[in-house]
Protein backbone atom coordinates (compact mmCIF):
# COMPACT_ATOMS: atom_id res chain seq x y z
CA UNK A 1 0.00 0.00 0.00
CA UNK A 2 2.98 2.99 0.98
CA UNK A 3 4.66 2.04 -2.20
CA UNK A 4 1.48 2.16 -4.24
CA UNK A 5 0.88 5.94 -2.42
CA UNK A 6 4.52 6.50 -3.42
CA UNK A 7 4.08 5.82 -6.80
CA UNK A 8 0.78 7.72 -7.28
CA UNK A 9 3.05 10.80 -5.80
CA UNK A 10 6.17 10.48 -8.07
CA UNK A 11 3.44 9.81 -10.80
CA UNK A 12 1.57 13.40 -10.16
CA UNK A 13 4.57 15.57 -9.29
CA UNK A 14 6.00 14.63 -12.52
CA UNK A 15 2.28 15.06 -14.60
CA UNK A 16 2.43 18.61 -12.89
CA UNK A 17 6.04 19.19 -13.75
CA UNK A 18 6.35 18.02 -17.79
CA UNK A 19 4.03 20.75 -19.18
CA UNK A 20 6.03 23.42 -17.23
CA UNK A 21 9.61 22.03 -18.83
CA UNK A 22 9.53 24.67 -21.70
CA UNK A 23 8.66 27.46 -19.68
CA UNK A 24 11.09 27.24 -16.29
CA UNK A 25 13.86 25.41 -18.71
CA UNK A 26 14.31 27.20 -21.80
CA UNK A 27 13.84 30.68 -20.02
CA UNK A 28 16.60 29.86 -17.24
CA UNK A 29 19.09 29.38 -20.00
CA UNK A 30 22.47 31.65 -19.96
CA UNK A 31 22.02 32.63 -23.33
CA UNK A 32 18.58 33.73 -22.89
CA UNK A 33 19.38 36.06 -19.85
CA UNK A 34 22.59 37.51 -21.23
CA UNK A 35 21.12 41.16 -21.92
CA UNK A 36 19.02 41.54 -18.83
CA UNK A 37 20.19 42.80 -15.31
CA UNK A 38 20.27 40.01 -12.85
CA UNK A 39 16.76 39.00 -10.48
CA UNK A 40 15.72 41.24 -8.51
CA UNK A 41 16.66 44.92 -10.49
CA UNK A 42 14.53 46.83 -12.50
CA UNK A 43 14.44 45.90 -16.22
CA UNK A 44 14.88 48.64 -18.42
CA UNK A 45 12.17 48.48 -21.27
CA UNK A 46 13.51 47.36 -24.95
CA UNK A 47 12.31 45.44 -28.03
CA UNK A 48 14.51 42.84 -25.81
CA UNK A 49 11.75 43.28 -22.94
CA UNK A 50 8.67 43.35 -25.10
CA UNK A 51 10.37 39.73 -26.74
CA UNK A 52 10.91 38.03 -23.28
CA UNK A 53 7.07 38.98 -22.75
CA UNK A 54 6.15 37.01 -25.79
CA UNK A 55 9.24 34.39 -25.66
CA UNK A 56 7.36 33.89 -21.89
CA UNK A 57 3.65 33.66 -23.52
CA UNK A 58 4.89 31.26 -26.08
CA UNK A 59 6.60 29.26 -23.46
CA UNK A 60 3.27 28.78 -21.54
CA UNK A 61 1.42 27.78 -24.75
CA UNK A 62 4.28 25.02 -25.39
CA UNK A 63 3.57 23.63 -21.75
CA UNK A 64 -0.39 23.62 -22.61
CA UNK A 65 0.82 20.95 -25.62
CA UNK A 66 3.46 19.09 -23.33
CA UNK A 67 0.23 18.69 -21.18
CA UNK A 68 -0.42 15.71 -23.73
CA UNK A 69 2.92 13.51 -22.91
CA UNK A 70 1.74 12.82 -18.86
CA UNK A 71 -2.22 12.74 -20.01
CA UNK A 72 -0.95 9.82 -23.02
CA UNK A 73 1.77 8.08 -21.24
CA UNK A 74 -0.83 8.67 -17.99
CA UNK A 75 -3.75 6.38 -19.84
CA UNK A 76 -0.89 3.56 -21.12
CA UNK A 77 0.00 2.77 -17.88
CA UNK A 78 -3.11 2.99 -16.73
CA UNK A 79 -4.33 0.14 -19.17
CA UNK A 80 -1.28 -2.13 -18.93
CA UNK A 81 1.75 -0.49 -16.63
CA UNK A 82 1.81 0.51 -13.16
CA UNK A 83 -1.91 1.62 -12.38
CA UNK A 84 -1.00 3.76 -9.65
CA UNK A 85 1.57 5.87 -11.42
CA UNK A 86 -0.60 6.04 -14.72
CA UNK A 87 -3.55 7.48 -12.78
CA UNK A 88 -0.95 10.15 -11.18
CA UNK A 89 -0.03 11.02 -14.64
CA UNK A 90 -3.79 11.43 -16.22
CA UNK A 91 -4.89 12.84 -12.94
CA UNK A 92 -2.12 16.48 -13.01
CA UNK A 93 -2.42 16.29 -16.46
CA UNK A 94 -5.71 16.47 -16.68
CA UNK A 95 -6.03 18.97 -13.50
CA UNK A 96 -3.13 21.19 -15.85
CA UNK A 97 -5.19 21.24 -18.40
CA UNK A 98 -8.54 22.45 -16.92
CA UNK A 99 -6.26 24.96 -14.74
CA UNK A 100 -5.45 26.18 -18.54
CA UNK A 101 -8.40 25.92 -20.34
CA UNK A 102 -9.43 28.59 -17.53
CA UNK A 103 -8.28 31.31 -19.61
CA UNK A 104 -10.91 30.47 -22.48
CA UNK A 105 -13.72 30.65 -20.35
CA UNK A 106 -12.77 34.26 -18.56
CA UNK A 107 -10.31 32.86 -15.59
CA UNK A 108 -7.16 34.61 -14.92
CA UNK A 109 -4.58 34.99 -17.88
CA UNK A 110 -1.76 33.71 -17.94
CA UNK A 111 1.31 35.40 -16.50
CA UNK A 112 2.74 37.15 -19.90
CA UNK A 113 0.19 38.03 -22.04
CA UNK A 114 0.26 39.89 -25.77
CA UNK A 115 -1.48 42.43 -24.03
CA UNK A 116 1.30 43.44 -21.23
CA UNK A 117 3.72 43.89 -24.20
CA UNK A 118 1.74 45.79 -25.96
CA UNK A 119 1.11 47.98 -22.88
CA UNK A 120 5.21 48.21 -22.58
CA UNK A 121 5.69 49.12 -26.23
CA UNK A 122 3.57 51.90 -25.54
CA UNK A 123 4.85 53.13 -22.33
CA UNK A 124 8.09 53.11 -24.59
CA UNK A 125 6.61 54.99 -27.55
CA UNK A 126 5.55 57.82 -25.17
CA UNK A 127 9.47 57.88 -23.83
CA UNK A 128 10.52 58.57 -27.26
CA UNK A 129 7.72 61.16 -28.04
CA UNK A 130 6.91 64.90 -26.56
CA UNK A 131 4.88 63.44 -24.06
CA UNK A 132 7.85 62.28 -22.12
CA UNK A 133 7.61 62.55 -18.11
CA UNK A 134 10.89 64.07 -18.02
CA UNK A 135 14.28 65.37 -20.67
CA UNK A 136 16.09 61.92 -20.18
CA UNK A 137 12.98 59.45 -19.41
CA UNK A 138 14.86 55.85 -18.63
CA UNK A 139 11.94 54.03 -18.29
CA UNK A 140 12.55 50.69 -15.99
CA UNK A 141 10.05 47.80 -14.98
CA UNK A 142 10.47 46.94 -11.25
CA UNK A 143 8.13 44.62 -9.52
CA UNK A 144 4.76 46.86 -8.73
CA UNK A 145 5.39 49.13 -11.91
CA UNK A 146 7.22 50.77 -14.55
CA UNK A 147 8.32 53.71 -13.63
CA UNK A 148 11.31 56.62 -15.02
CA UNK A 149 14.60 56.03 -13.39
CA UNK A 150 15.33 59.61 -14.23
CA UNK A 151 12.72 61.40 -12.17
CA UNK A 152 10.65 58.14 -10.78
CA UNK A 153 7.42 58.94 -11.77
CA UNK A 154 5.02 55.92 -12.34
CA UNK A 155 4.40 55.40 -15.92
CA UNK A 156 2.48 51.95 -15.53
CA UNK A 157 0.93 50.20 -12.84
CA UNK A 158 1.67 46.79 -14.26
CA UNK A 159 3.10 43.67 -11.99
CA UNK A 160 6.29 41.80 -13.43
CA UNK A 161 5.95 38.54 -13.55
CA UNK A 162 8.93 35.71 -13.16
CA UNK A 163 10.30 36.46 -16.60
CA UNK A 164 13.14 33.66 -15.83
CA UNK A 165 16.06 35.87 -15.01
CA UNK A 166 18.54 33.23 -12.69
CA UNK A 167 17.94 34.16 -9.16
CA UNK A 168 20.69 35.19 -6.58
CA UNK A 169 19.18 32.14 -4.29
CA UNK A 170 20.29 29.71 -6.75
CA UNK A 171 19.08 27.87 -10.15
CA UNK A 172 17.05 25.19 -7.69
CA UNK A 173 14.77 27.92 -5.53
CA UNK A 174 14.11 29.57 -8.30
CA UNK A 175 13.20 26.41 -10.46
CA UNK A 176 10.82 25.69 -7.43
CA UNK A 177 9.79 29.32 -7.39
CA UNK A 178 8.67 29.11 -11.26
CA UNK A 179 7.04 26.03 -10.75
CA UNK A 180 5.12 27.12 -8.45
CA UNK A 181 4.28 30.39 -9.30
CA UNK A 182 3.44 29.57 -12.82
CA UNK A 183 5.39 32.73 -13.62
CA UNK A 184 2.72 35.00 -12.25
CA UNK A 185 4.04 37.94 -9.85
CA UNK A 186 4.48 36.53 -6.18
CA UNK A 187 3.28 39.84 -5.14
CA UNK A 188 -0.19 42.25 -4.94
CA UNK A 189 -1.12 45.33 -6.11
CA UNK A 190 -2.02 47.87 -4.47
CA UNK A 191 -5.43 47.63 -6.28
CA UNK A 192 -6.05 43.95 -5.39
CA UNK A 193 -5.72 44.59 -1.87
CA UNK A 194 -8.42 47.36 -1.32
Excluded at 41 to 46: A, F, M, R, V
Amino acid sequence: MFSAILYFIAGFLLGHLIPRVPFMVLSRTSGFNKRFPPHPEPIPLSPRLTQRVLHMQLFHKLGTWTTLLPLIFGYVSLLGGLSTFGYGLFLAGGWTLLSRAQVLLGGPPTACTLEMAQRLQMVMNIADSEDACCPHPQPEWWVESVRCASCSKKLETMLRPDLGRPRKDGFFRGWLRLWLSDGHPVVLSDDSQN
